[in-house]
């Protein structure tokens, strides 16, 4: 069995192929053609075990044609490759085809998933209406600030009134319409192309069931749900939906080292874009929503039904029984349901009532048979607040002590009435 590492470039691939005991059978370098790279590898096309390329621009395209013509290539996973090679002191092409081919061979790797050709053009249709919507934000900042030293500001307005508003602003002067007037054209362009590329997106999600489910969720639309689906593309190739969070960079790193355990944020691996669209959707399903969905309606429909079969249900049992029979939302999402159905349970509040019977407390016509005690409280002109614990005997209505203070503690009660008692 012989292992064949490939490191890509542009134009050229460097090739090395070692057998079992990793001595080198060839190192050779050919066009990044897979035609090429297949007739450079002829002599072992029976013994080939793995063919491993670095995950990159061109490994999907690479991949996907060596796995036509029969070989047995897999893409690897560009942080293991990058830790496996950073040994070396020497970074060439061909070091680093030694490097891949040593990393197949050892099995210290992790394959990464070649998309289909589908969620490949997905991909490139959804980043080309990206690339569009930051040229045209970068058009009009560009016109903002050429028009700034002449005292001219656009302010806010929409992205269809921006043109209009520009002319409006240079239309009295002569030189800044010439300037101004060829940079609005190719604004003018960049829009009409990127409403029609927003068209194929909208045709696209409209063309794919899994798309069109997504899009009755609230907050996810045509452009959210067509990056999540080229993201995911085969989700049999998750074992636990949990781990698509964990494939797309969500769950916290961490680092734990002898007695150091630290967690951190989120590791931010896999796509970027994917998580941005999933923050934002996020952030519209959190906040509370009047726009009707299924989803809202049917959890509506089984918290209607499971209030009737048990009234004295508050929202947190319900939701217990909402995730019991499969809705996913949390509690606060419940919560805001169970108050806007009006399925809140009214509570009566008991009367409070003294216990046992009441009863005069029998004091002797004397002094000294028994004080009371309150405070007072008050503050001074610069704000500060202060009390003033007063003591009064309950016969003679004679005040025995008033002590003013920011704070009196326990023990001084205590003090003060201890004092006075001795006190003839």
Not at 299 to 321: N, S
Request: net charge positive; proline share 4%.
């Amino acid at each position: 069995m012989v292992y064949v590492g490939l490191d890509v470039s542009l134009n050229s691939v460097a090739v090395c192929v070692i057998d079992r005991e990793g001595q080198i059978l060839k190192e050779a370098s050919v066009a990044s053609e897979a035609s090429a790279i297949s007739q450079c590898l002829q002599p072992w096309r029976d013994r080939i075990a793995k063919i491993g390329l670095e995950a990159g621009p061109m490994s999907e395209w690479l991949t996907a044609g060596l796995a036509e013509l029969g070989f047995p290539a897999i893409s690897l996973e560009a942080r293991q490759v990058k830790a496996a090679l950073s040994a070396m002191p020497v970074k060439t092409d061909r070091n680093d085809a030694r490097g891949i081919a040593q990393v197949v061979r050892a099995g210290w790797y992790k394959i990464v998933h070649v998309k289909s050709i589908g969620s490949q053009h997905a991909r490139t249709l959804v980043a080309a209406r990206k690339h569009l919507i930051r040229s045209i934000t970068a058009s009009e900042q560009t016109l903002r600030g050429l028009l700034r030293p002449f005292g001219l500001k656009v302010g806010i307005v929409s992205r269809a009134g921006f043109a209009s508003r520009v002319r409006d602003l240079v239309g009295n002067n002569a030189i800044l319409a010439e300037v101004m007037a060829p940079l609005l054209a190719a604004r003018d362009a960049l829009m009409q192309e990127y409403q029609r590329l927003h068209r194929l997106v909208v045709q696209a999600v409209r063309n794919d069931p899994v798309c069109r489910l997504l899009t009755t969720m609230p907050g996810i639309g045509p452009v959210s749900a067509l990056t999540f689906r080229a993201t995911i593309d085969a989700p049999e190739r998750f074992a636990r939906s949990r781990s698509v969070g964990a494939y797309l960079g969500l769950t916290p790193r961490r680092y734990q080292s002898g007695e150091i355990d630290r967690t951190g944020r989120i590791t931010k691996v896999g796509d970027g874009e994917t998580r941005t669209v999933l923050f934002e959707a996020a952030n519209v399903i959190l906040r509370p929503s009047t726009r009707w969905s299924p989803m809202k309606a049917w959890a509506v429909r089984i918290a209607h039904a499971l209030a009737a079969e048990r009234r004295r249900f508050g929202y947190r049992r319900l939701f217990v029984l909402l995730r019991q029979a499969g809705e996913p939302s949390g509690k606060n999402r419940i919560y805001r349901l169970y108050r806007e159905e009006g399925l809140s349970v009214r509570k009566r509040r008991g009367r409070r009532r003294a216990v046992g019977a009441r009863a005069p407390i029998l004091v002797e016509a004397k002094a000294n048979a028994r004080w009371s005690l309150d405070f007072v409280h008050d503050q001074l002109a610069c704000g500060r607040r202060f009390r003033i614990l007063n003591v009064v005997d309950d016969v003679t209505r004679e005040c025995l002590a008033a002590i003013p203070d920011t704070s009196v503690s326990g023990r001084r009660v205590a003090r003060v009435l201890i004092r006075q008692r001795t006190t003839p």
